[in-house]
């Protein structure tokens, strides 16, 4: 019987483009430091450190992790690295929860930072997780394929690009409430389709920014946690998947690998929604906070997260059911449309779904929120994460 596990401390830097006054080991104890004192905790009593972090190409520093070790407290304790691209924050807060839920440990640090603004050429580097004799010739990146995704997501169910303006729309509003959001600037829906195409059907403002920042959250036992605090947010469902490598494998009519669903992502909600006892997830969930660095993304996403019928995401959207006065917010933070720290943006979704249901989460909260649930991805569109987190055990 696995244990009962809480998010008891939490801490993030803000985002921006350039960290240039710190290295990457000072960026990381930042938020370290931040997640100690949420927590009122000293870094001897981190039992287990569960580091998160994407591809070191980024930065430029090969095998990070290990640079990091006397910035995270985890001389003499267990520690281990997670790394699943885009995913990895989740897979690594996936990790923490198992180190405690197991019996293994009693707290558990989850950290991270991105210092992607290090890197003169992002998408270069994204360029080469593909194939090196079948795919990366074609000169896939993240953004391309997104679009990709995007393209048929229109071609199935009539999405369109004014839909997906409207997502980044709303996530730039929310942002706008988020101290720490890398991009906090109102856009209109004009503003978005008029700003110049990047990779059809996307545009500039479709598309996140290249974000530095760090990201830490302790997770506790019950045991543990009840000494510590009185409104822990509870960790109460996960589920993962992964998907087939190859890019053209994922674009089949008709089969289980048709990358205009994220049938993916509904298998791994569906694993995090029967462990939390959800069976109806637009009515249970009270906040989402979603893993989508491109407007469509998002779109596929609270589909695969059963807010609503699948190809009616866009239709939902315009007619404001995500908003922060709708029925379902999505991303009151600004989500990754607004702040993008590869390494650690689905670890920012666990923290900022965490704050939303102890009710700290300051000018971006959604009243009464008690139950939500955080996402990440990652590779190309390899892996899923999905948590739910509540107010109540």
């Known amino acids: 019987m696995a244990r009962n596990v809480a998010i008891v401390g939490i ?47 980024l930065v430029g520093v090969d095998a990070m992790e290990r640079w990091c070790i006397d910035a995270v407290g985890a001389k003499g304790k267990p520690f281990m690295r997670v790394n699943t691209g885009g995913a990895t924050g989740g897979s690594a807060a996936q990790a923490g929860y198992f180190h405690i839920a197991s019996a293994f440990f009693d707290t558990v640090l989850v950290v991270g930072a991105e210092k992607q603004g290090d890197t003169p050429d992002t998408q270069l580097i994204l360029n080469q997780i593909w194939d090196p004799r079948f795919e990366r010739a074609v000169a896939l990146n993240a953004i391309n394929m997104s679009s990709f995704q995007a393209v048929r997501h229109m071609h199935k169910y009539g999405t369109t690009e004014q839909q997906m303006a409207m997502v980044s ?34 545009k500039l403002l479709d598309c996140c920014p290249r974000s530095s920042g760090a990201c830490a959250v302790i997770m506790a036992s019950e045991g543990r946690t009840r000494k510590l605090m009185q409104r822990p947010a509870w960790i109460k469902g996960i589920g993962a998947t992964t998907n087939t490598y190859y890019m053209g494998d994922k674009m089949e009519t008709e089969m289980f690998n048709d990358h205009g669903d994220w049938d993916e992502l509904a298998l791994a909600a569906e694993h995090a929604y029967r462990m939390a006892g959800i069976s109806n997830p637009a009515k249970q969930i009270d906040v989402a906070e979603i893993y989508g660095p491109f407007s469509c993304l998002e779109i596929a996403a609270v589909e695969a997260l059963g807010f609503c019928p699948k190809g009616q995401g866009g239709k939902f959207e315009e007619q404001g059911f995500f908003n922060m006065t709708g029925e379902l917010p ?33 000018g971006r909260q959604v009243n009464g929120a ?24």
């Open 11 to 57: 801490g993030q830097t803000n985002y921006t483009t350039l960290r240039n006054d710190v290295t990457y080991p000072e960026l990381v104890f930042e938020a370290v430091t931040k997640a100690l004192s949420d927590a009122s905790m000293s870094i001897d009593e981190i039992e287990a450190v569960v580091f998160s972090l994407a591809p070191t190409s």
């Open 169 to 202: 729309v709303r996530d730039h509003k929310n942002a706008l409430n988020n101290p720490h959001a890398h991009i906090r600037q109102a856009v209109s829906l004009e503003d978005v389709l008029a700003s110049r195409v990047v990779c059809w059907p996307l």
């Open 370 to 393: 008690k139950t939500a649930v955080a996402t990440a991805i990652g590779g190309s569109l390899q892996f899923h994460t999905a948590m739910v987190i509540s107010a109540n055990l």
């Open 330 to 362: 999505v991303n009151p933070s600004g989500g990754a449309l607004c702040s993008n720290p590869i390494a650690v943006t689905g670890l920012v979704r666990v923290a900022e779904a965490a704050l939303q249901v102890t009710g700290r989460a300051e």
